[in-house]
C-alpha cells in the first residue's frame, strides 16, 4: 500500500516548524478562507455593535503566528485549532482593553451557541466573553482536555472528527467530553450570569 504525499500545507507546515519563515508566508493563501470562515464564526458571537472586522481577526491572529519562534504545527487541522484558540484571545483582549477603556462600564455579550446550550435555555442566551473567558480557564484547571475541546468546538468551529484528530483522540471520547464540559461550563454560566 503506497503512502500517500503530503498536503502542501502539511510540508509548508514542517518547513515553518524547521525555521523557514517564509514557509508560514506560502502557507497563509492555502488557508485564508478557513481563516476568516473562523473569523467571522467568531464575530458572529460578539455583542451587536463590535468593531472587530474579521480581515483584522485574521491579521491579528496571522502576525502573532508569524511572531512565534518554535511552533511544531503537524497539519492543517492542528494549524485552524491553534488559529482558533489565538482568535479566542485576541477577542479576550481586545474586550479588556476595550472594558478598561471605559472604566469597566457596560458589559459585552455574545450569543452561547445552540449546539453547546442544553435544552433548557433559551437559544438566544446573552452570555458575558470575558465570564466564558474565566469558565474555560477554569475548566482547563480541572480538565485541560475538556476545555480545548470546548474551544476547538466552540470557538474554532471544528467537528468531532476534526476535534479528534487535532487532541489524538477517539471522535467517541469527544463527543462524551463535549457532553460533559459543555454541562458543567453551562452551570458556571448560570452562577456568573449577568442580567440582561
Given amino acids: 500500500m503506497a503512502l500517500e504525499p503530503p498536503s ?9 516548524g524547521s525555521g523557514d519563515r517564509k514557509a508560514l508566508e506560502a502557507i497563509l493563501p492555502l488557508v485564508y478562507n478557513e481563516l476568516r470562515r473562523l473569523a467571522r464564526y467568531h464575530l458572529r458571537q460578539q455583542r451587536p455593535n463590535h468593531t472587530l472586522q474579521t480581515t483584522a481577526l485574521v491579521h491579528e491572529a ?5 511572531g512565534e519562534k518554535s511552533l ?31 472604566r469597566g462600564a457596560g458589559v459585552s455579550r455574545l450569543t452561547l451557541d445552540p449546539n453547546i ?6 437559544q438566544e442566551r446573552a452570555v458575558d466573553l470575558l465570564a466564558l473567558d474565566e469558565a474555560l480557564d477554569r ?58
Avoid: C
Fill in 8 to 16: 502542501p500545507v502539511s510540508e509548508l507546515l514542517l518547513h515553518w
Fill in 62 to 66: 496571522y502576525l502573532r503566528l508569524a
Fill in 72 to 102: 511544531r504545527v503537524e497539519n492543517r487541522t492542528h494549524f485552524l485549532g491553534i488559529a482558533a484558540q489565538l482568535m479566542r484571545w485576541i477577542l479576550v483582549d481586545y474586550e479588556r482593553n476595550r472594558r478598561a477603556a471605559k
Fill in 117 to 122: 446550550a442544553s435544552p433548557g435555555w433559551r
Fill in 139 to 196: 475548566l482547563a484547571n480541572l480538565d485541560s482536555q475538556q476545555s480545548q475541546i470546548i474551544e476547538l468546538r466552540y470557538f474554532g468551529g471544528l467537528s468531532i472528527e476534526d476535534t479528534s484528530e487535532f487532541l489524538g483522540i477517539s471522535p467517541a471520547t469527544v463527543k462524551r467530553s463535549w457532553a460533559s464540559a459543555r454541562a458543567w461550563l453551562l452551570r458556571e454560566m448560570s452562577r456568573k450570569e449577568v442580567p440582561a
